[in-house]
T-cell receptor
Framework: NAGVMQNPRHLVRRRGQEARLRCSPM?????VYWYRQLPEEGLKFMVY????????ESGMPKERFSAEFPKEGPSILRIQQVVRGDSAAYFC????????????FGQGTRLTVV | RKEVEQDPGPFNVPEGATVAFNCTYS??????FFWYRQDCRKEPKLLMS???SGNEDGRFTAQLNRASQYISLLIRDSKLSDSATYLC???????????FGTGTQLKVEL
């Protein structure tokens, strides 16, 4: 029973490139959260999605960041034209959805912008 | 004011000690609460959900005080392996938004 799978685990991008981070939820889970964590800081909520629907994106930066969770395939967090300040660990968590609230995290993607 | 506030610590305690963390929240409509444990450079792992009646799992006890808007985590008989950062989380926004405090760092020493 695989847990939440994120890939890649480590991603290096040059300034101005695009970063795509993938998250496959646990089996039976249809909801995904994305978080950003800077060193020595807490988890910052970014977005909450269910398949084909963004439920809450109040934590997403207004520009360059987007997220999707298609009917088939993993959830994708996309960062366009990356800057050094985007360097962080990005975690996703999945849950069964409203009514069943426990969320389980993937191992994260560590993005480094050089 | 932050939605969820925690004392960052670190809490340095000897092995075998009892230690308690509190976490205050500002949204009285918060529906569910959780404690997660995060080891350095690892993902957060769910430790326990916090129910209105409180709950206990081995050496760990979590309690919710809605009147004062805080949750607590008590760890008895601390082990070296309990050293980690403990994050409290709350579910708000009609169950759509799971937000966390910045975490409390615990160091258990010999």
């Amino acid at each position: 029973n695989a847990g939440v799978m994120q890939n890649p685990r480590h991603l290096v991008r040059r300034r101005g490139q695009e970063a795509r981070l993938r998250c496959s939820p646990m089996k039976g889970h249809s909801h995904v959260y994305w978080y950003r964590q800077l060193p020595e800081e807490g988890l910052k909520f970014m977005v909450y999605l269910q398949k084909e629907n963004i439920i809450d994106e109040s934590g997403m930066p207004k520009e360059r960041f987007s997220a999707e969770f298609p009917k088939e395939g993993p959830s994708i967090l996309r960062i366009q034209q990356v800057v050094r300040g985007d360097s962080a660990a990005y975690f996703c968590a999945s849950s069964q959805g409203q009514g069943v609230t426990e969320a389980f995290f993937g191992q994260g993607t560590r993005l480094t912008v050089v | 004011r932050k939605e969820v506030e925690q004392d960052p610590g670190p809490f340095n305690v000897p092995e075998g000690a009892t230690v308690a963390f509190n976490c205050t929240y500002s949204n009285s409509a918060s529906q569910s609460f959780f404690w997660y444990r995060q080891d350095c450079r690892k993902e957060p792992k769910l430790l326990m959900s916090v129910y209105s009646s409180g709950n206990e799992d081995g050496r760990f006890t979590a309690q919710l005080n809605r009147a004062s808007q805080y949750i607590s985590l008590l760890i008895r008989d601390s082990k070296l392996s309990d050293s980690a950062t403990y994050l409290c989380g709350q579910l708000t926004g009609g169950g759509n938004k799971l937000t966390f405090g910045t975490g409390t760092q615990l160091k258990v020493e010999l």
